[in-house]
Nanobody, 128 residues
Framework: QVQLVESGGGLVQAGESLRLSCVASGSISSINDMGWFRQAPGKEREGVSCINKSDGTTNYIDSVKGRFTVSRDGTKNTVYLQMNSLKPEDTAIYYC?????????????????????WGQGTQVTVSS
């Protein structure tokens, strides 16, 4: 089993930045890719970005390219999502997820059902 704990959410104004963290524990060696998802009220969960644990391959959806950066720190078993130039439409609960498969493809890492483990989520609210 793998446990994931997110932190770093909050309330910011449009144009500001936040950095989300996701600390993994448990059977970490079984994990290959980690992803960030978000879910706004009344909307489906949306894949935002993912990173391969071994080679660092990253993928982003178009709406966050150039603004969000996903990274990993293997020494801390932590994945980060740096979010810059935040917009009101980025408001959502952000979830960290992990999968045993190696994905490295955006078309796979944006699909929630692909992932095996999930964190509890952290709220990000961007005011205009």
């Amino acid at each position: 089993q793998v446990q994931l704990v997110e932190s770093g959410g909050g309330l910011v104004q449009a144009g500001e930045s936040l950095r989300l963290s996701c600390v993994a524990s448990g059977s970490i060696s079984s994990i290959n890719d980690m992803g960030w998802f978000r879910q706004a009220p009344g909307k489906e969960r949306e894949g935002v970005s993912c990173i391969n644990k071994s080679d660092g391959t990253t993928n982003y959806i178009d709406s966050v390219k150039g603004r969000f950066t996903v990274s990993r720190d293997g020494t801390k078993n932590t994945v980060y999502l740096q979010m810059n130039s935040l917009k009101p439409e980025d408001t959502a609960i952000y979830y960290c997820a992990a999968v045993r498969m190696s994905l490295r493809q955006l078309r796979l890492c944006v699909k929630p059902h692909v992932f095996d483990y999930w964190g509890q989520g952290t709220q990000v609210t961007v005011s205009s």
